[in-house]
């Protein structure tokens, strides 16, 4: 089990970031036709789904409440989540992990999460760091880990899973 999916706690910017930085790190070995793309993929899954819901159930509401982010920015960021959720299951619904589709899924989801996490980053994670104390940022830091160690404790990435999120995001809409 790769060390990301342990993560515990400190200031929820920097634990946020920690995720980001591990997905790109995945995306680059699912790129890579001699990585076990079966394995990097279960692993992106769970810490994906789980890093995602735990923000839209805890970070969010927490930071638009602090009027760091408002309503818009929280509904374009979850709009973006269910996105990106739509291109995982794409990608996990290939079954040969060496195929040309596989390669083509694999982009697409790239492309979903690279645009998410710069905006997150810029319009989100900002402010966190300018209008929120760090005191709170500490304290949502152990909520969201719990969170989002709770989501993957309840295989919160299988396929079922996934399907179901994008099924019920269809259904919002
Ligand atoms: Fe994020
Ligand atoms: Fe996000």
């Not at 079966?38 to 735990?54: K, N, S």
């Not at 209008?131 to 709170?136: K, L, N, S």
């Amino acid at each position: 089990m790769p060390k990301i999916l342990q993560q515990t706690g400190g200031d929820v910017v920097q634990v946020i970031l920690a995720d980001h930085r591990w997905f790109e790190e995945a995306l680059r070995e699912l790129r890579d036709v001699e990585a076990d793309r079966a394995a990097v993929l279960a692993d992106l899954a769970t810490v994906l789904i789980a890093h995602a819901e735990a923000e839209e159930s805890k970070v969010y509401p927490a930071l638009n409440k602090r009027d760091a982010i408002d309503d818009d920015e929280v509904e374009h960021s979850e709009h973006e989540h269910a996105e990106g959720n739509e291109a995982l299951l794409a990608l996990m619904e290939v079954e040969d992990t060496a195929s040309e589709e596989f390669s083509e899924k694999t982009h697409e989801l790239s492309e979903a999460l690279t645009h998410h996490l710069d905006e997150e980053e810029r319009d989100v994670l900002n402010p966190a760091k300018t209008d929120v104390g760090e005191d709170v940022r500490a304290k949502l830091g152990e909520v969201f880990a719990a969170e989002r160690a709770r989501l993957i404790e309840n295989g919160c990435g299988s396929i079922e899973s996934v399907r179901k999120l994008v099924e019920a995001a269809k259904q919002k809409n």
